[in-house]
């Protein structure tokens, strides 16, 4: 993990570097170009203006002498280089003259001339030897080639100032690529440092620390990414809680029927029994405490499938109140034995699609504890079409639910009276099965309760 956030920040390193670097080449390359073209371009139209504005002076014929004084006087105060010429050997383009003597101007440069247009050159230069940006202004006398005005300017001056422009930007580009590196520094640890403590976070919750709280306040992508891990964190610590919770549970409930079992078979195998009487009830005793193990591990093995997500009911339509009817049978002799009475209300309409034996140990589990916890009065179940489907009421008149333990009774081996035997309850895990159960078919089981009054439990299902 170390070595992967150390990647990571060696990446964020290269990719901050690497762009400050383009950025700086980039712009420097660019501003230079265009810095350099546009200068040119304003150099050689500042040329282009000085020598019409010269030529504008002249007024046909041969070129005079004050004409050729006014350009050499106006040369003295320019800082271009700028000279007239009328000689016939330096514009005629070498023809009639000596083949080998190097004129000004060359044929094309005549040609373009003649036709009145100005002639812009740059790049080296033989009859100065030198590099030159210039000018060559026509002085015609109507098709006749009278003089030229030649106004130059040395490239190495252009140079300098580009020079001096390349110093001036590479101390600037110095300076912005130290903040730039501070900047980025500052950007690399401010994004590296919640994945580091993401990293130790995850490292103490992979220990068994669940305790840890990221405090990442960003409201980016790395902020919900934080959240969630807190989330993550709280929800293992919770059910990490609830594991511990119900091994305890499960282990105390297993215990006392174990040892009623090894108990009372270890006095009948060491004859320490003498009566019939007594061997009989020792061995009731076993068979209830064998029951309990067996209702225990049943529940268990019920919850378990139901918490899975491969857990599949096989649904079908149902009669819902012949379901009910069917699944009150096997309650008749208990009723009886403890003076309870039961009333029906049931809408023999409602159909529903689910499965038969698992809404049948719903409405079990709720009649075993309306049974168990009711000793006067009696129990009441109706069936009647709800908002969006039906809804299944048990009503008890038994001993109520404390309001501060509504919440909790459906959690697994939930005690709402903690010194309650084992022989006035059930497994604890009721409830929690027959909630499991309703979400599976898409309804919900509510339940409410007053002290002393009764309770009564809800289950909301969909019809067909």
Known sequence: MK????????KLWLTVTAAILITILYSYFLSYLFYEKLYVEDIEESLFEEGMALAEDYEGGPLTTELKEQVEWYNTKSDSEIFIVSNPR????????????????????REELLQGNAVFKEGFEERFDRNIMGVIIPLLDQDRLEGIIYIYLPLAKITEITQDFAYLWMIASFLFLIVALGTGAWLVKRLTKPLLDMKQAADSVSKGDYGVHLNIQSKDEIGELAFAFNHMADSIRREDERKREFLANVSHELRTPISYVKGYSDALMTNMVTSEEDRIRYLHLIHRESGRMERLVGDLLDLSKLETDEYRLEKMPLPLA????????????????????LMKNLDPDIIINGDEGRIEQVIQNIMDNAIRYTNEGGISISLYAAKNGCCIEVTDTGLGIPQEDLEKVKQRFYRVNKARTRSDGGTGLGLAIAEKL?????GELLISSKVNEGTTVKVLLPVI
């Open 3 to 10: 070595h992967l956030t150390n990647t990571l920040a060696k």
């Open 90 to 109: 330096e514009l005629s383009a070498c023809l009639p003259f000596d083949i080998d003597y190097e004129t000004l101007i060359g044929e094309a440069e």
């Open 322 to 341: 012949q379901l009910i009817e069917d699944a009150l049978q096997k309650y008749g002799s208990t009723l009886k034995e403890k003076k309870l009475s």
């Open 438 to 442: 309703v979400q599976l078919h898409g």
